[in-house]
Every structure is written in C-alpha cells, then in structure tokens.
C-alpha cells in the first residue's frame, strides 16, 4: 500500500499569503495519478487537481499542483478567506488508492 | 452536472449491518466507477471500494473485503454499499464519489462526490 504523508499537519496563515502543501508518498506514485481535495467544514470533498497538475472545472487559477514520483505540492496563491479548509491529496496510480491524512489550513 | 443522490442517515446497533444506497441524477453511458469513502468524526479519508456500474463489478479495499458488499443496478447506476458486523468503529460519513478512470479498475480520481450518509453505531 502507498502511504501518503501530507506536511504539515496544520498551516496558520493570513488571507494573502502563499499556502504550500506538501504530499510525500512511500513509493513511486505511477503516471502522476495524484489528485488534490478541499473539504471545507461541513462538506463534502470538492476536487481541486487530478493529474498531479490539472485543475479541475470551476477552480480559480491560485491552486497550483506540482510534482512527480513521490514529491508533491498543492500551492495556493493569495490564500483568500474561503480557502481555509481541510486539504487531502490521493494517490490512484497504485493499487490500493489511498490519500494522505489531511493538512488544515486555518486563519492566523 | 451529475449529481449523486445517498440514502438517509442509519442508527444501527453493534454487530448489524447497514446498506446505504447511491444513485445518480442521471444515467450516462460512459465507464465510470462509484467509490465509496468514508470519515469517522474528526478524522480523515478512507478508501473502502467500488464497483464500475455497467459492468457490475466490485472491487474493495483489503481492510473490508471480508464484511463488505458493493454493489450495483446496472439500469440505474445506483450502487449500494452494505457493511456487516458493525462496531462503533463504523460510525462515520459514508460518502460515494464519481470515480474518473484512468487505466485500472482501481485508478481514478473522484469528480462527483454525494452529501454523504452519516452512520451511528450504538447500543
């Protein structure tokens, strides 16, 4: 099973600063299968970055997947107020599909 | 925009099982697999199965494959998860999600998400 290790565990950041996610996994992810949520509290997981790198419909151009292999990151560019939320990235390159444990992105 | 309709919320006691259901607004004829992901209070994503409805076939994360169904009507697309041997362990949101194939049975990214069903199991 790929163990997916997000970092960190809790971002404390103000609205228009840059959030980095890192998404570390235990093996080789294949092809970038790596995909990146936003569950806000109260919600159902919303699809941000599948692909490693591609947006999903509708997501503003601030979200910014980057990586391969067993490295990758999630940026958020001028974190506005209504990204703060819990952030999953999910691997489903290797079988069994698995995600990381969640970072949280709360307001300083 | 599909969406996907999930049964209502179950109170169920240690050692029963529960069914929840899915079902698609609409019925596509693409290759698609509905997965089933559930949270336990506070805590995070856990991967349990799915099954790719116009083939009817399941396929289930090893940690449930011994107390888990999933299954699916190939007319509707509905799918079902049923989970035996219940314990409070179980109490979570069963959520199911559109899953965007790439390659496998077992490799997608999920696009679509239900509001989720939310399990209580307690005495």
């Known amino acids: 099973e790929t163990l997916l290790t997000q970092s960190p565990d809790i971002l404390s950041l103000s609205p228009g600063d840059r959030a980095n996610i890192s998404c570390r996994a235990s093996q080789t992810v294949s092809i970038t299968f790596l995909a990146w949520y936003q569950q806000k509290v109260g919600q159902t997981p919303r699809l941000l970055i599948y692909?490693?790198?591609t947006r999903a419909t509708g997501i503003p151009d601030r979200f910014i997947g980057i990586g391969s292999g067993t490295d990758f990151t999630l940026t958020i560019n001028r974190v506005e107020s209504e990204d703060f939320a819990l952030y999953f990235c999910?691997?489903?390159?290797?079988?069994?599909?698995?995600f990381g444990q969640g970072t949280r992105l709360e307001i300083k | 925009q599909v969406q996907l309709e999930q049964s209502g919320a179950e109170v169920k006691g240690p050692g029963s099982s529960v069914k929840v259901s899915c079902r698609p607004s609409?019925?596509?004829?693409?290759?698609?697999?509905i997965a089933w992901v559930r949270q336990a209070p506070g805590q995070g994503l856990e991967w349990m199965g799915g099954v790719i409805p116009i083939y009817e076939k399941a396929h289930y994360a090893l940690k449930f494959r011994t107390r888990l169904t999933i299954t699916a009507d190939r007319s509707t697309h509905t799918a079902y998860l049923e989970l035996r041997g219940l314990t409070s362990e179980d109490t979570a949101i069963y959520y199911c999600a559109r899953g965007i194939l790439r390659g496998g049975d077992q490799q997608y990214y999920m696009d679509v998400w239900g509001n989720g069903t939310s399990v209580t199991v307690s005495s």
């Open positions: 999910q691997q489903y390159g290797n079988s069994p599909l698995t």
């Open positions: 692909g490693a790198s």
């Open positions: 609409r019925v596509t004829f693409s290759t698609y697999s």
